[in-house]
């Protein structure tokens, strides 16, 4: 549930999306709360992707204000898979965890040396690799190397990220595993998370809507 006493997560004023000097959308205005879960929508080409990188810094802001109201960065999940070939299942998201400098054997903001087994285990079960931990993603199929980059979602709550930026999540996946999945969104917002998610499915836990297509230059 939105909790509109508390300062923004994140607020959007008039900024303006695209690459170099090749404009997709104009003018985007959004305020993100606690608790919020926001469908980002357009058509293709419309800057959805564009504007998920510009928002954590991979990409430049042209014009207009991006405010971050926390000094704890968003956690970004790509549709490009983010996770490296060459390391385990285990040793990836472990790697996760040291980025944000978190201990996941005490919870505390410190470097992490190992991924606790239980959190560990429960991350794989959930999306489905129980047992696939000292596994060398490269030795997965394109499918599990998906689901390994959503049990960041497992390991990542509000105390280590409030904001989750996701890139096509529910693509390739099964019925079962995007119902799991709006059920994992719908406990972090609940967790005082805040979610901007981009889909061409239907979002049903979603309570914003953010359509690019309203701000086409």
Avoid at 13 to 36: I, S, Y
Avoid at 141 to 154: I, K
Avoid at 156 to 174: C, G, I
């Amino acid at each position: 549930m939105t909790n509109s006493d508390n300062p923004p997560l994140l607020s959007l004023k008039q900024v303006d999306v695209g690459r170099g000097e090749f404009m997709l959308c104009q003018g985007v205005n959004l305020t993100l709360n606690a608790g919020d879960i926001c469908h980002l929508i357009g058509a293709n080409g419309t800057g959805k992707t564009t504007l998920l990188m510009q928002l954590v810094g991979m990409l430049p802001t042209i014009n207009g204000q991006i405010h971050w109201h926390s000094d704890i960065p968003p956690l970004f999940v790509s549709h490009q898979l983010g996770i490296h070939p060459n390391l385990t299942v285990a040793q990836n998201l472990n790697f996760l965890l040291n980025l944000y400098g978190i201990d996941a054997k005490t919870d505390t903001k410190t470097h992490a040396q190992a991924l606790n087994a239980n959190l560990l285990s429960d991350a794989l079960a959930w999306v489905g690799l129980l047992g696939y931990d000292n596994f060398l993603c490269q030795q997965l199929s394109a499918g599990q190397s998906r689901r390994v980059n959503l049990a960041r979602l497992v390991v990542m709550t509000p105390r280590h990220t409030p904001v989750w930026l996701l890139d096509e999540p529910l693509t390739a996946l099964d019925v079962a595993m995007v119902a799991k999945l709006e059920q994992r969104l719908q406990a972090f917002s609940e967790q005082g998370g805040a979610v901007l998610m981009t889909s061409h499915q239907a979002l049903n836990v979603a309570n914003k809507q953010l359509d690019l297509s309203e701000y086409l230059p």
